[in-house]
């Protein structure tokens, strides 16, 4: 039974073995791709594919041939994983806790303001670099083209994803003519009928992609609060493994008692005279 932890190890890292061969495909896939967004995404998959494959492999072989050394550095890696999960749980979760949509009335959809975000993800739609890469996903998907063929009761009754009504339209209370236009919110001077121009650079396109983003990155923490639990669990029975392989190591078999200081502990002494003085009474 010394011996399951081990086993449990072995299987576990196995199957993340197997399991990081796709992720890295994926990466160097779209890697050769010409797409703007799936080049967005190269590095984070191959990184994390590269990484699960490395712990995998030292895991694997540590449990299974018991090699202390490879489970020592299976340890040090998941232990600065969980570290770097935690982190990124909370910055995670504080980042995500501003945001959300304005309800228009008498619309389905909701519009969204980049003044509603947190300081640090404005800081980062609205860097030029970043933008326009994101501008070029947006431009080659089909998320405006849908909405080219609504009628005015479609948008009356209708639902819009964040950036489908942050970017594909002008903000609702836009109002084009000459009486007003002066007192409006600025994106209204952004708009363009074009469809390469439409409201991309309208700052409710910011704020739609914002949303997007706040939506996947609160989804993505509440999976690192469960990954948490798993890694832990499986840094626990890791340790155990670790533990028997050192044991295993030695030239003594499991449970037999052994010296391990040269010195005596220190109640050695009493024991030893009250022997010595209970063979002289007798």
């Known amino acids: 039974m010394y011996r399951f932890s081990n086993t449990v190890i072995g299987f576990l890292n196995l199957f993340t073995l197997l399991a990081s061969i796709p992720i890295i495909g994926a990466g160097l896939w779209m890697a050769r791709s010409s797409t703007t967004c799936e080049n967005f995404l190269q590095t984070p998959l191959l990184v994390i594919g590269f990484v699960v494959l490395v712990i995998s492999l030292a895991g694997f072989i540590g449990a299974c041939f018991h090699v202390a050394c490879a489970l020592w550095v299976y340890l040090v890696v998941m232990l600065l994983l969980i570290a770097s999960l935690i982190g990124l749980t909370i910055f995670g979760f504080g980042v995500t806790s501003k945001g959300g949509g304005v309800e228009v009335p008498g619309r389905v959809y909701k519009e969204y303001h980049i003044e509603d975000y947190s300081p640090w993800l404005r800081n980062r739609i609205q860097d030029p670099h970043y933008w326009n890469t994101i501008r070029s996903c947006i431009l080659g998907s089909n998320n405006c083209a849908k909405l080219a063929y609504w009628t005015p009761l479609d948008y009356m009754q209708r639902d819009m994803s964040p950036i489908q009504s942050g970017c594909c339209k002008p903000p609702t209370a836009c109002t084009y003519n000459m009486e007003t236009l002066v007192n409006q919110d600025p994106d209204c001077y952004k708009w363009n009928n074009a469809p390469t121009l439409l409201c991309y650079e309208c700052d409710s396109c910011k704020a739609g992609v914002l949303e997007e983003m706040r939506r996947n990155w609160h989804k993505l923490s ?6 948490l639990v798993f890694l832990i669990g499986i840094y626990s029975i890791g340790c155990c493994a670790f533990r028997n392989t050192r044991r295993a190591e030695t030239d003594y078999p499991y449970g037999q008692n052994r010296m391990t200081k040269i010195r005596p502990r220190w ?16």
Request: glycine fraction near 0%; avoid cysteine.
């Open 267 to 282: 109640d050695y002494h009493w024991w030893r005279w009250f022997h010595d003085r209970k063979e002289q009474l007798y």
């Open 222 to 227: 509440v999976l690192n609060v469960v990954m």
